[in-house]
């Protein structure tokens, strides 16, 4: 009677919280729910048996081949974060203390990309780093190649050029908002004190952009770590990542228990990665 009686009172949180939880159920879930049962059953041939098995989880962790693609995958999530973190924070900085005029454009041109297909952004850097590429035909006439050169493209190099240019905006984007929330009588109170301009950003600025920055360094790991398009387009024979690994299960291979095993140990993983940068987040608040 009292939860009735609440809903009646609180009609529009009722409806708003029925939609989220029905959202929940649907897309979060039901899916997740459906990998973990099927990590369990078995392939026999061209079947899929029910079962309750731990096979999976020990042929994924047993393979040497499975981990050399798990961490080849990190390394890249890695790199691409760092890139990212790095690149995406000198960005936002400098729209939010330098741009001045010219800001409403630059923030304008980060997220521009971001309204254009996920697929074309990455194929791009194709046409850029082939061997008869936009890259290759400037370095040539400029007189620093004789011929095209082929390190550029089809290896972790592109996949992490690419993946850094993609999810760059992600890191840039809740830095800068964290930039502009910091209150100016913070700075001005700084410079009273006589702090020079390095030591106001090292001990005012960059502890209260942190949060923004873990934030945002946690998502690139994540989509980077789970993205197989990028890989599939401009990665080489040895740079093959998780995620494709996954797809093929679920594709050619027709072994959909063994690719739900997989698809755990990476959401193992992504939670382990969002569990520490949380961890790392309420450290930083807490010295705050």
Not at 6 to 32: K, M
Not at 54 to 63: I, K, S, T, V, Y
Not at 83 to 106: D, E, I, K, P, Q
Not at 138 to 148: I, K, N, S, T, V
Request: hydrophobic share 60%.
């Amino acid at each position: 009677m009292r939860v009735w009686g609440w809903v009646h009172r609180h009609r529009i949180e009722a409806l708003c919280l029925l939609g989220a939880v029905a959202y929940l159920a649907i897309f979060i879930v039901l899916p997740y729910a459906n990998v973990v049962v099927f990590s369990f059953w078995e392939k026999e041939l061209y079947s899929i048996q029910p079962a309750f098995s731990l096979d999976n989880f020990a042929r994924a962790l047993g393979n040497d081949l499975y981990l050399s693609v798990i961490l080849n995958s990190l390394q890249v999530a890695a790199a691409v974060t760092l890139a990212s973190s790095l690149l995406g924070y000198l960005l936002a900085y400098y729209l939010a203390v330098h741009a001045h005029h010219w800001r409403n454009l630059l923030f304008f041109l980060l997220i521009v990309p971001l309204w254009t297909s996920f697929l074309l952004r990455a194929y791009i850097w194709k046409i850029i780093l082939g061997r008869n590429g936009i890259l290759n035909s400037l370095l040539m006439e400029a007189g620093l190649l004789d011929q095209p050169a082929s390190f550029l493209l089809y290896n972790k190099f592109s996949i992490a050029l690419a993946l850094t240019y993609i999810f760059l905006p992600f890191v840039a984007l809740p830095v800068y908002a964290a930039l502009e929330k910091i209150p100016q009588r913070y700075l001005e109170a700084s410079a009273d004190l006589g702090a020079p301009a390095f030591a106001t950003f090292r001990h005012v600025v960059f502890p209260l952009t942190l949060p923004g920055l873990i934030a945002g360094a946690t998502v690139v790991f994540c989509l980077a770590f789970g993205d197989f398009i990028t890989p599939a387009l401009l990665g080489g024979s040895g740079d093959i990542m998780i995620a494709n690994v996954i797809i093929s299960q679920f594709g050619a291979a027709y072994d959909w228990p063994f690719g739900s095993a997989l698809a755990l140990l990476v959401v193992a993983i992504v939670l382990a990665i969002v569990g520490l940068s949380t961890r790392l987040a309420k450290l930083d608040g807490g010295r705050a």
